[in-house]
């Protein structure tokens, strides 16, 4: 029976750099339950795909912290744009802060593709457990079994299973003895408690705000959803939100006294910088009435003031079925920070979503799944 050196469960962002920058000279395979590489990696950011960001910093990760630093250490932004420029990947940068594919997704994965053309790529095989049995790694597939000296874990999360998702890397992490954490939705949308159902009625509105959830601000945009609240600044904050109560400043930057003050005649819901119906909303929530600004007295203005501190309790979230990735994994006490090796197996590594390490919105997701992959 052959025995490849490396098989490297998963084809997506991660397990293809990790292929990419292993030597042509060793064997290779590399095992994905898809009928093509790198599904998930072609359709993320309109099929542009959110590279990395402009900043990038443990502060961006929910995870442990010291791992996030020892990987970024070895390999980080500025060594992932090397790569890419070096491999003549064009991107463009949006809002000053995010980094995408110039073309297409396709530029990226045709650039790894090419890297690990060496590789043997089985596809379409469902993997469905992974033995040591002496030295070898025995994984069984749906299509039989393979053996290997050692096994990389690029399985991913569960969040778009519709790309062949599944906790299928959890379950070979916890057959070794290894502790983990179970996967839960994250950079997902949030529901609503009953109080907070106006929300709904402004579905499609989105506006700039400040998101503080315990000692974590994330500053974009919102959006308004049928099913509750949505959009970069709500992804982000949902990485963070457990449960309990979360704050909405929905007008940072913004003096309300002094934007009163100002208004003369005109209605507050005129002269709040925001779209004229959550505005209106906002008045109704907060109890003030929709008064001329020369009318309004010091009562008005404390509530005024919880527009920028606009505190609720989230129902939940939207599930698996919105959530862009899954937070959860393997835990980072159980590997070996310089090289993502298992501490307990030998020759066994975890890298990718499948680790406990978790970004914010915005190219960080990807920079985690390209820096674990490459160490």
């Not at 991660?14 to 994905?32: E, P, Q, R, T, Y």
């Not at 790569?83 to 949006?94: H, K, M, Q, S």
């Not at 000692?215 to 974009?220: A, I, V």
Request: aromatic fraction near 8%; proline fraction near 2%.
């Amino acid at each position: 029976m052959k025995i490849y050196d490396v098989l490297i469960l998963g084809a997506g962002a991660s397990g293809l750099m990790c292929a990419a920058n292993l030597s042509k000279k060793m064997k290779v395979g590399i095992i994905d339950v898809n009928a093509k590489a790198a599904k998930k990696l072609k359709i993320s950011g309109g099929g542009k795909c959110n590279i990395t960001n402009v900043d990038v910093s443990v502060d961006n990760f929910d995870g442990n912290s010291q791992l996030v630093a020892a990987v970024f250490k070895k390999f980080d932004k500025d060594k992932l744009l090397d790569f890419l420029d070096r491999n003549r990947v064009e991107l463009e940068l949006r809002k000053e802060r995010y980094y995408f594919c110039k073309k297409s997704a396709d530029d990226i994965i045709d650039v790894l593709s090419r890297n690990s053309k060496y590789a043997e790529l089985p596809l379409n095989e469902k993997i469905l457990e992974v033995k040591k049995v002496d030295e070898i790694f025995e994984v069984t597939t749906d299509r039989g079994i393979k053996t290997a000296k050692k096994v990389v874990i690029a399985t991913g999360g569960e969040s778009f299973k519709t790309l062949g998702a599944s906790d299928i890397g959890l379950a070979i992490a916890k057959d070794f003895g290894l502790g983990v954490k179970e996967f839960t939705p994250a950079l997902v949308g949030l529901t609503l408690q009953k109080e907070q159902f106006w929300m709904k009625e402004l579905s499609g509105l989105s506006c700039y705000v400040h998101i503080k959830v315990g000692d974590k601000t994330l500053n974009e945009e919102m959006l308004f959803a049928h099913k509750g609240i949505s959009g970069p600044a709500v992804l982000s904050a949902s990485l963070y939100w457990k449960k309990g109560e979360l704050s909405i400043d929905f007008l940072p930057n913004v003096e309300i006294e002094k934007l009163v003050k100002s208004g003369g005649k005109k209605l507050l819901s005129s002269v709040i910088r925001l779209p004229k119906r959550l505005s209106k909303a906002l008045l109704s929530a907060i109890e003030c009435q929709d008064k001329e600004c020369n009318k309004v007295d010091k009562k008005d203005l404390q509530k005024l003031m919880q527009l920028h501190d606009y505190t609720f309790a989230p129902a939940g979230n939207f599930g698996f079925t919105k959530a862009e990735v899954s937070r959860g994994g393997v835990l980072a006490d159980e590997l070996d920070f310089a090289s993502l090796e298992s501490k307990k197996i030998k020759g066994l590594y975890f890298i990718g979503e499948i680790v406990d390490v978790t970004g914010e919105l915005g190219g960080y997701n990807f920079q985690w799944a390209w820096s674990s992959g490459w160490l």
